[in-house]
Each structure stands twice: as C-alpha cells, then as structure tokens.
C-alpha cells in the first residue's frame, strides 16, 4: 500500500496541446504517452474541443469537479457527463468532441493499451471496504478520508490515491464525507505486467 500525493503528481502538457495534465501514476514507470501500458491522470478542461486520439487505447472519463461536458464519441448521439454520472468508458482512437456545459471542468482520466491491460472505474460512497483482490487497484480521494486497516489508520486528502499492488492481507475501511474513485487494472492475456 503506499499514498501518491496530490502535491507530487507530475504535470505535462496535451499530447494535442490545448490544455495541461496532471499525472497521478503511469506503467511503465516514466513512461510517454506513447508507451504507457496504463495510465491514470487528471485534466482541467477550459475549452470546447477534439480529446487527443491514442490508438490502441480504451478509456475512461470521470467528473471531478465543474458544471460537466457534453461527449460526442464517434459521430453517436452526444451525451452530458457530469459530477453525478458514472464513469463514461470508451475507445480513445475514436473521434471525440467535447463542449462544456457551463465553464471549466477537472476530470480523472483513465487509460489502458489494449492487449496489454485492461480497467474499471466506479464511483464508491464512504465508508466503503475494500476486501482483497488480485487486481492493482488505486482509490482517489474526492475529499479527506480516513483508511483504517487492522490496527492502523493513515489520511487522505483532496485528490491524493491510494495504490494498492497485490492482494491485500485484510479488509481496508475508507470513510470519509464524500465518496471516492476505485480504479481496478488487470494485466491481458495472461501477463503479469505490473
């Protein structure tokens, strides 16, 4: 288990240049955004327009914080992804158009290469337990919580993560006022890549 802090996170620019990511965590480590295997990061959207493509991609889009956007991925029928909507999957070498709804939105992005790993994302309410999984799993903070396992305890804060590799020995407890992130990665066929 270890905590990836908010105030440590590496920032870079759009692979299409119209705006700024926040990386939280990337395999393999150090990895471009051409050779990630997975990738988990945030953005803050402050204009209407094309998401960058990356081929062999699937990804998934959360709201964190503003009004939301409205999606059109691959020429469908557009749809509102908002600070109450579940996590939006969809493949990233597909067209996407993004418009805001109302001003500027932060979103939590993640990203996997196909044939290499695969991802879920899911909004949890607090308290939530966390049982143990083979799956590398990530909880993002949306707010301060509290993680209690066994006998211990440790502090998150706005948009810090917990990374947790391999299977846990015990339950972990997360409460905390608001809900978190669960980000589950798993290797594809069969290769344990992490």
């Known amino acids: 288990m270890k905590i990836l802090r908010a105030s440590d996170y590496k920032r870079m620019p759009w692979k299409n240049g119209g705006g700024e990511t926040v990386e939280i965590a990337v395999f393999p480590a150090g990895a471009s955004i051409e050779g990630f295997h997975w990738r988990i990061s945030m953005a803050t959207v402050a204009s209407d327009g094309p998401f960058s493509i990356f081929p062999g991609v699937d990804r998934?889009?959360?709201?964190?914080?503003?009004?939301g956007m409205e999606l059109t991925i691959d020429g469908c029928e557009p749809l509102i992804l908002d600070l109450g909507s579940e996590p939006c999957p969809f493949p990233a070498d597909k067209p996407v158009l993004a418009r805001l709804v109302n001003g500027v939105v932060t979103d939590?992005?993640?990203?996997t290469r196909?044939?290499?790993?695969?991802?879920?994302?899911?909004?949890?309410?607090?308290?939530?337990?966390?049982?143990?999984s083979a799956s590398l799993r990530f909880v993002l903070a949306t707010g301060n919580h509290t993680i209690a396992f066994g006998s211990?305890?440790?502090?998150?804060?706005p948009l810090d993560c917990l990374a947790l590799e391999g299977e846990a020995t015990s339950?972990?407890?997360?409460?905390?006022?608001?809900?978190?992130?669960?980000?589950?990665?798993?290797?594809?066929?069969?290769?344990?890549?992490?």
């Open 171 to 194: 339950d972990l407890v997360i409460s905390g006022g608001t809900g978190v992130f669960l980000i589950e990665l798993d290797p594809d066929g069969g290769d344990n890549l992490r």
């Open 108 to 111: 939590l992005n993640v990203m």
């Open 152 to 157: 211990e305890a440790a502090e998150l804060g």
């Open 114 to 132: 196909r044939s290499r790993f695969s991802h879920r994302v899911s909004r949890q309410p607090a308290p939530f337990l966390l049982s143990p």
């Open 60 to 67: 998934t889009l959360s709201i964190l914080s503003g009004a």
